[in-house]
């Protein structure tokens, strides 16, 4: 059984003091991604990223699902803890791997009656220590026949996985841009992208989906840069492209974090920026339990909630 830090009682949309949907939004809509902490050090850092991003009235908030639901209960804990802080709506990932449709139907009528709404339905990575995904003899084989079961137990808003780059296990982009239709078709209500660094591949992919027909919402999933190591670590296992520019930009930073994080601000925000005028509406932030990057990113692109003005 999981473990992890125990959370001490506290107020409903309580953090920093905010009301939700106060925030100055400019437009955009944006929404924040976390992953379960297993240490108190860990849980005190991400409340503190909860504090600061809920002022900026994201649209959800999502937890992220260990390989092989490696963190199943620390990730239900986390979606009901992060909903208690902020108020926002959160949103549950959930994956393929190692259960049988059985236990997640039954999961997924859990969180229904736990009144969880949302639901980020994901294929799934290998379990630890596995080479390849292999599906449950009696699973969801793929992500879109999990959005089509999650629908059938309850009225989920759902949301699936995109990616600009192909997916790394994908056969061709053809065969990538069909499976992202066929979860969008099964009742997905958005895609959100796996991160990017190149601005034109998010561009050309889009004009893939357009051409395609799709015409749900594509939102694009966007990576502070906290640290370069983790990141090609990261992009490695998911077939994200990081630039030679970028690694030349960060290089000598390793033990400078100020400097990092002024950088890291600096490329996100010229990203988002350059994305905004492509006529992007939607961010998806992936947090990494941090929230300065991630905040200041939001103040440029118009999002400022009331706390952020007053502390300026």
């Not at 997916?167 to 969008?184: F, M, T, V």
């Not at 077939?239 to 390793?254: H, M």
């Not at 600096?266 to 998806?284: N, Y």
């Amino acid at each position: 059984m999981a473990t992890g830090p125990t959370f001490p009682p506290r107020a409903r949309g309580a953090a920093s003091g905010a009301v939700r949907g106060s925030a100055r939004t400019g437009g955009v809509r944006v929404s924040f991604e976390f992953f379960p902490p297993k240490t108190d050090q860990g849980a005190a850092r991400l409340e503190e990223a909860i504090d600061a991003l809920t002022p900026l009235a994201p649209q959800f908030m999502t937890v992220t699902y260990g390989a092989g639901g490696s963190t199943q209960e620390l990730t239900r804990r986390w979606v009901e803890r992060v909903r208690e802080i902020s108020g926002a709506p959160v949103g549950h990932h959930l994956t393929c791997v190692g259960k049988s449709r059985a236990e997640i139907d039954a999961l997924a009528q859990e969180l229904w009656d736990a009144d969880i709404r949302h639901i980020v339905a994901l294929r799934g990575d290998p379990p630890q220590g596995a080479d390849r995904y292999t599906p449950h003899p009696d699973g969801y084989p793929f992500a879109a026949e999990l959005v089509a079961g999650l629908r059938r137990v309850a009225d989920f808003e759902i949301s699936v996985g995109a990616y600009p780059e192909v997916h790394p296990e994908a056969s061709s982009a053809a065969a990538d841009l069909d499976n992202l239709k066929r979860k969008l078709d099964a009742g997905a209500a958005r895609a959100i992208t796996q991160y990017f660094f190149d601005v034109e591949t998010f561009l050309r992919f889009r004009d893939r989906i357009a051409a395609a027909g799709i015409r749900h919402e594509i939102v694009p999933g966007v990576i502070p840069v906290t640290n370069m190591e983790s990141l090609i670590r990261f992009s490695r296992a998911c077939g994200a492209t990081v630039p030679r520019w970028l690694t030349e930009l960060f290089a000598g930073t390793e033990n400078d974090s100020e400097t990092r994080s002024m950088l890291a601000a600096s490329v996100a925000i010229d990203q988002c920026t350059r994305l905004r005028a492509e006529g992007a509406e939607s961010f998806h932030f992936y947090t990494l339990n941090r929230a300065q990057v991630t905040r200041a990113v939001c103040h440029a692109l118009g999002v400022r909630g009331a706390a952020h003005k007053a502390a300026a």
